[in-house]
């Protein structure tokens, strides 16, 4: 063992090191930092259009002439439409995108992507403001639709060169979208501006957008703007490596991947078909004769109330995970069925129980979300899992396009008995 003390070089070299590493330790716990702030706002912008349609789709679907049906009906009535339609349409074009996108769009770059789901966005709001058609106002939720959807897959898929708790971050940005969007809009109608001016309020989202993801956001090295993806292809499937390693792969070699997926895609596919057969299915059907709300509105603040519990739930897997993500999927199903009971025979007494109900709705939704792409990131291997962040995401499409399709004539046969 040698006992001889350090030379002064030496010392002097040791706390030039210490000094060194802790310099360095702050800047990266600065770049974390923020960075989750980015994909908290990122999250919260991807998801804030797909949640303004939703809320404002009972206007949407009681629109003539460019005037609210709603002010000629007091009490309960049946819109001719269903507002499923209007889930269609918010969720068909991000299914597409979803189920093709995995498939190509590796090979366009980053910055092109985002700049596209900027674009979108602000063309959706600017649309469905001046529309005085349910067509043109269909339109737009097609155009917020494709911005999420390529917005989601672009910011799963990127995730990846981050730290893994960018994952909650985003997610929890997307919770904290449900609750902006639904209560901006909810909020804005109450104080008496009209739909068309409180859709144009909302248009200072996609410059946050924007601003986010090219000024708070540090991009890793090797996403470069002038390139795409990433700097480099590896044909070769290797453990614990921070490339995709699947831009060179045959679509064959992809599916074969998607298998293992499965035991995260399943519990979201019949979540999402569940809590969206609720929301676009039953709500617009759940009405309580109270003298300070009328239908439409008891409509836009059950959104209100179930995005706050899919806040909660998106926010809450840095502090505990549910590895059983079947729980709370079985949960949705027995509320499904409580909300369905109670539009058929009224039998809840008071419009708070259902608020109560709606809310772990949404937090059922919410911790399958967070705790299916956090079990992702932990288990699937790096080199895979950039793609297999973007393919899970394809199952609460799904589930959300079936529950839209089973809405329709939910709302139409209930409509039938309740008038």
């Given at each position: 063992?040698?006992?001889?003390?350090?030379?002064?070089?030496?010392?002097?070299?040791?706390?030039?090191?210490?000094?060194?590493?802790?310099?360095?330790?702050?800047?990266?716990?600065?770049?974390?930092?923020?960075?989750?702030?980015?994909?908290?706002?990122?999250?919260?912008?991807?998801?804030?259009?797909?949640?303004?349609?939703?809320?404002?789709?009972?206007?949407?679907?009681?629109?003539?002439?460019?005037?609210?049906?709603?002010?000629?009906?007091?009490?309960?009535?049946?819109?001719?439409?269903?507002?499923?339609?209007?889930?269609?349409?918010?969720?068909?074009?991000?299914?597409?995108?979803?189920?093709?996108?995995?498939?190509?769009?590796?090979?366009?770059?980053?910055?092109?992507?985002?700049?596209?789901?900027?674009?979108?966005?602000?063309?959706?709001?600017?649309?469905?403001?001046?529309?005085?058609?349910?067509?043109?106002?269909?339109?737009?939720?097609?155009?917020?639709?494709?911005?999420?959807?390529?917005?989601?897959?672009?910011?799963?898929?990127?995730?990846?060169?981050?730290?893994?708790?960018?994952?909650?971050?985003?997610?929890?940005?997307?919770?904290?979208?449900?609750?902006?969007?639904?209560?901006?809009?909810?909020?804005?109608?109450?104080?008496?501006?009209?739909?068309?001016?409180?859709?144009?309020?909302?248009?200072?989202?996609?410059?946050?957008?924007?601003?986010?993801?090219?000024?708070?956001?540090?991009?890793?090295?090797d996403i470069q703007f002038f390139s795409n993806t990433s700097k480099e292809e590896i044909p070769v499937l290797t453990h614990n490596i921070g490339q995709d390693q699947t831009k060179a792969m045959?679509?064959?070699?992809?599916?074969?991947?998607?298998?293992?997926?499965?035991?995260?895609?399943?519990?979201?596919?019949?979540?999402?078909?569940?809590?969206?057969?609720?929301?676009?299915?039953?709500?617009?059907?759940?009405?309580?004769?109270?003298?300070?709300?009328?239908?439409?509105?008891?409509?836009?603040?059950?959104?209100?109330?179930?995005?706050?519990?899919?806040?909660?739930?998106?926010?809450?897997?840095?502090?505990?995970?549910?590895?059983?993500?079947?729980?709370?999927?079985?949960?949705?199903?027995?509320?499904?069925?409580?909300?369905?009971?109670?539009?058929?025979?009224?039998?809840?007494?008071?419009?708070?129980?259902m608020l109560i109900v709606i809310f772990v709705e949404g937090l059922c939704g919410g911790a399958v979300y967070v705790n299916a792409f956090y079990l992702i990131s932990e288990n699937v291997d790096?080199?895979?899992?950039?793609?297999?962040?973007?393919?899970?995401?394809?199952?609460?499409?799904?589930?959300?396009?079936?529950?839209?399709?089973?809405?329709?004539?939910?709302?139409?046969?209930?409509?039938?008995?309740?008038?």
């Open positions: 063992m040698n006992n001889q003390p350090l030379l002064q070089s030496d010392r002097d070299t040791s706390v030039t090191l210490d000094s060194n590493t802790i310099g360095e330790n702050l800047n990266n716990a600065k770049e974390l930092r923020r960075n989750l702030i980015a994909f908290w706002i990122l999250g919260l912008c991807n998801n804030f259009g797909y949640v303004v349609m939703l809320s404002a789709a009972y206007n949407i679907m009681s629109v003539q002439n460019g005037e609210a049906d709603t002010k000629k009906y007091p009490g309960f009535h049946c819109n001719k439409f269903s507002t499923g339609l209007i889930l269609l349409a918010d969720v068909l074009p991000t299914l597409i995108i979803k189920l093709t996108a995995p498939f190509y769009i590796q090979k366009v770059n980053y910055y092109i992507r985002v700049f596209i789901v900027v674009l979108l966005l602000a063309v959706s709001l600017l649309t469905l403001a001046f529309s005085t058609s349910v067509g043109v106002s269909l339109f737009a939720v097609v155009l917020a639709s494709a911005s999420s959807g390529i917005g989601e897959i672009t910011f799963l898929s990127i995730s990846t060169h981050f730290h893994k708790t960018t994952v909650s971050a985003y997610s929890s940005g997307t919770g904290m979208a449900g609750v902006a969007g639904a209560l901006s809009y909810a909020g804005l109608i109450a104080t008496g501006l009209s739909h068309k001016n409180t859709v144009l309020v909302l248009l200072f989202v996609p410059v946050i957008f924007a601003v986010a993801f090219l000024f708070i956001l540090k991009m890793p090295n045959s679509t064959r070699m992809k599916l074969k991947l998607v298998l293992p997926l499965w035991r995260y895609m399943l519990p979201l596919f019949f979540v999402y078909l569940a809590e969206y057969t609720i929301n676009q299915g039953l709500y617009e059907l759940v009405y309580y004769d109270v003298s300070w709300l009328s239908q439409g509105a008891q409509y836009r603040w059950f959104q209100v109330d179930y995005q706050i519990g899919v806040f909660l739930s998106r926010s809450s897997v840095n502090v505990f995970q549910i590895r059983k993500i079947i729980i709370p999927t079985l949960l949705q199903y027995v509320i499904l069925i409580f909300v369905l009971l109670e539009v058929r025979f009224s039998f809840v007494p008071s419009l708070w129980i790096k080199g895979i899992r950039e793609f297999s962040m973007g393919v899970a995401s394809v199952a609460d499409s799904f589930g959300i396009a079936l529950a839209g399709g089973i809405a329709i004539p939910i709302h139409d046969s209930l409509c039938r008995l309740k008038t």
